[in-house]
């Protein structure tokens, strides 16, 4: 059996301001919240928190954090989780923060101030000796990103993009990407208008897998499809969700497990954050993780339902 791979995440770290009222203002609106907290967040930190805790891949991260106490606490929190930080300090520039709204439906709305993840740069990008996978968001600069991307791959490293928060990508990027996330709004931005198996058809990666929320996920590697349907949970907080399914996913593609078994895990994973509040916080260990998926139904309905979904069908 090939050893585990090692997983390097490059991405943002932001602390998460929380505060929690009955729904999403809408605009020119003001609501009086409840209950306010601050977690650990960012779309880079929460990914690779998940990574670490789906266990049996190192996981590595490059962050930039601000000479701050928001800082400390970023840095804390990955400590804490396993990971392994390569951070960059960002002089006279506060840390990443969000500031979330979250509604009594588990619906939120994010404000992102990135603050020191705008310092990293492409010549930040540490040894990629013994990396395997890297794992990239866009909650940092296009460019870096795109370079991170270029330079790992020429090195043999698998690159998986998770193409979030929407926007149009820099020429060349998705060349250099060998495994593809992306939300329907995401695949829309990407692909254009369509069916599903069109815009999926269309994007040049390998592997391309687009999570749709309660419904579940859908791979296409290569023109085979992979349908994963949702497992049916009473949310509570879906912020960090998706950043729980990249993580989770990662780590288990480094330890090999064919994909299907890669997506089954990640989306249990992902079902549970949803169950809890705060982003890194909402995150399960593999052995929650594990337990629970012991205890599922059988999920043929679903993925019949999940089939049906916008005419696709798969495996």
Not at 2 to 21: C, E, H, I, M, Y
Not at 109 to 119: K, R
Not at 130 to 154: C, I, K, M, N, Y
Request: proline residues 6%.
């Amino acid at each position: 059996m090939k050893a585990a791979g090692t997983v390097l995440v490059a991405g943002s770290a932001n602390l998460d301001f929380v505060v929690r009222a009955s729904h999403v203002p809408a605009p020119g609106e003001t609501v009086l919240g409840r209950d306010f907290a601050t977690f650990p967040g960012g779309k880079g930190a929460n990914q690779a928190v998940a990574c670490a805790r789906a266990g049996g891949a190192y996981t590595r991260m490059l962050l930039a954090l601000g000479d701050d106490p928001y800082g400390v606490v970023l840095d804390k929190a990955l400590a804490e989780a396993g990971v392994e930080r390569h951070v960059i300090r960002a002089a006279d520039v506060a840390s990443g923060t969000a500031f979330i709204c979250l509604s009594d439906d588990a619906e939120n709305a994010i404000t992102v101030a990135p603050g020191a993840n705008a310092a990293l740069r492409p010549h930040h990008l540490p040894s990629l000796r013994g990396v395997s996978h890297l794992l990239l968001q866009l909650e940092t600069p296009l460019d870096t990103v795109a370079s991170f991307a270029h330079v790992a791959r020429a090195a043999g490293v698998r690159v998986m993009l998770n193409a979030a928060p929407a926007t149009a990508l820099p020429a060349g990027l998705l060349d250099d990407v060998d495994l593809l996330v992306v939300n329907e709004g995401e695949l829309a931005t990407l692909a254009g208008p369509g069916t599903l198996a069109e815009q999926l058809a269309r994007l040049p990666v390998p592997c391309v897998v687009v999570t749709l929320g309660a419904r579940g996920c859908i791979a296409r590697r290569g023109g085979e499809l992979f349908l994963q349907p949702a497992f049916p949970v009473d949310a509570v907080d879906t912020t960090a969700a998706g950043d729980t399914f990249c993580g989770a996913l990662a780590a288990r593609l480094a330890q090999h497990a064919p994909l299907a078994d890669a997506l089954r895990f990640a989306s249990a994973a992902s079902a549970l954050a949803c169950t809890r509040l705060g982003a890194q916080t909402s995150v399960p260990t593999r052995a929650e993780v594990d337990a629970w998926l012991a205890g599922q139904a059988d999920e043929t309905p679903r993925r019949a339902a999940l089939a049906a979904y916008r005419g696709l069908s798969g495996s």
